[in-house]
């Protein structure tokens, strides 16, 4: 009958193969949220400054016209930023779709790499 020793490291290293990939979705998901929630802060920010431009504007105004012309040019600035904001949720959304993408490429390679020593 043959004893084998149990190798602690050996059982260490395939433990942390198995869930590299798990754990490298997880960092990339953290800086998908992370990125999200500043482009969140960005928008609400935007919000916040066009609200205090309005009632600025609303309370300088001298004029129905002249009220009329700085609410016109403030939503327009509103319009143009949030065009951009727009543009930065496509990229990021795009390039967490790109890094989903590259991760199970990766997990799906590992996994029919680990398959192919099986067999």
């Known amino acids: 009958m043959t004893d084998r020793t149990f190798d602690v490291n050996t059982w ?3 433990y942390r193969s198995a869930f590299a990939p798990v754990l490298r979705a997880q960092q990339e998901a ?3 949220v992370e990125r999200l929630a500043r482009y969140q802060f960005g928008v609400a920010g935007d919000y916040l400054d066009w609200s205090l431009a309005q009632t600025k504007a609303a309370g300088a105004a001298k004029s129905a016209a002249e009220l009329v012309a700085q609410h016109t040019d403030i939503n327009g600035r509103l319009s143009e930023q949030l065009k951009k904001r727009a543009q ?12 989903v993408n590259q991760w199970l490429g990766e997990a799906t390679a590992k996994v029919a790499e680990a398959a192919k020593k099986a067999a």
Do not use: C, D, H, N
Not at 88 to 99: K, L, P, R
């Open 12 to 14: 260490f290293e395939s």
């Open 30 to 32: 953290m800086k998908s």
């Open 88 to 99: 930065e949720f496509t990229a990021i959304a795009t390039e967490t779709q790109g890094a």
